[in-house]
């Protein structure tokens, strides 16, 4: 059993462990287009990963701020539970370009891991181009046309007696969508690297 225990290593289970350099950790053998292109994106993604991250604060202060005032002062606030779930949702599309270039998504990787990388890059790259991208681009598309309407319209919340404006956190779903679709750019390079070498960049 110890033996067993000693040879597992946590790198083994996540697919995220190649990713954890720095933007413009590349191989000098990628070709100089392909490694500036790569390097720009993954900064914009590690920049808007970075800055997201910020949002957790307000959401932690109105969480605390809702129970001190309804618990010791019996005084629920109208706008916690809208605001708190505004953030997060705002925080959970603009994270998600941040989390495909880190490889923290969900994916099947009992099968994937077993695989050689030139296999896990061709599987890779026809998946961004035959799903990924198309499905992102109508999302985007979709999302775009959703929250001009919520602007043009000055909608508001009906969830709660606060009534907030929702234009600002529809708007994080096209922008999340846009991160995503640049992310993809950068990902299918990567993929197109593997293919060629048979190592991930």
């Not at 997201?52 to 005084?75: G, N, S, W």
């Amino acid at each position: 059993m110890s033996e067993t225990l000693e040879t597992l290593d946590i790198s083994d289970e996540m697919i995220a462990e190649r990713r954890s350099g720095d933007p413009g950790d590349l191989p000098d053998d990628m070709t100089p287009w392909m490694r500036r292109t790569i390097t720009v994106i993954d900064t914009i993604s590690l920049w808007s990963g970075r800055i997201i991250c910020f949002m957790l604060v307000p959401v932690i202060y109105v969480m605390i701020h809702e129970v001190v005032a309804r618990k010791l002062f019996i005084a629920p606030t109208l706008w916690a539970y809208d605001l708190s779930r505004m953030i997060s949702g705002a925080m959970f599309m603009g994270g998600a370009a941040y989390a495909l270039m880190r490889g923290v998504h969900i994916r099947a990787d009992f099968l994937y891991r077993a695989w050689s990388a030139r296999t896990q890059a061709l599987v890779d790259a026809t998946l961004y181009v035959l799903l990924y991208f198309p499905g992102i681009a109508v999302f985007f598309w979709i999302s775009l046309d959703y929250a001009w309407k919520a602007w043009e319209r000055g909608e508001l919340s009906m969830d709660t007696a606060w009534m907030a404006p929702v234009a600002p956190v529809r708007s994080a779903m096209p922008v999340g969508a846009a991160l995503l679709l640049l992310q993809g750019v950068s990902e299918l390079l990567k993929s197109i690297y593997a293919i060629r070498h048979d190592r991930w960049p």
